[in-house]
């Protein structure tokens, strides 16, 4: 008689499929996420201030210190701002110059974890 090892195989991956989708990555804020190994980085940018929401599988991360600098690239142009500690979330303020395809580099240490490095494109 053949066995059908097809099936098994079908109901483990099923059964796999739920745990990624615990993965939420996207923008609560209406800004732009990267994946760290510090927690998910969601970048809000406006001409005057510059926010990094810091979350973990989507929820908030509390914050007890964090600190860093924005570094913005928008054509020639190069503008670095300090990063702040203000309630649950970063901020840099500053005038920047943004559009679509504006990079931005946040340097951060966040809960006393080692520095983080993450990249941003604006759309």
Request: charged share 25%; glycine share 8%.
């Amino acid at each position: 008689m053949k066995k059908n090892l097809f099936a098994p195989l079908l109901i483990a991956t099923a059964l796999a499929l739920p745990a990624f989708a615990a993965e939420d990555h996207t923008p609560k804020h209406g800004g732009v996420v990267v994946e760290t190994k510090a927690g998910d980085l969601e970048l809000v940018a406006k001409p005057e201030l510059i926010v990094i929401h810091v979350s973990d599988h989507g929820k908030p991360m509390k914050l007890s210190s964090a600190s860093g600098k924005v570094t913005v690239f928008n054509g020639n142009d190069k503008t670095e701002a300090p990063l702040a500690l203000i309630g649950d979330k970063l901020e840099a303020k500053g005038s920047f110059k943004l559009g679509a395809g504006t990079k931005v580099l946040a340097d951060l240490t966040v809960n006393g974890k080692p520095a983080v490095a993450a990249r941003f494109t604006l759309k």
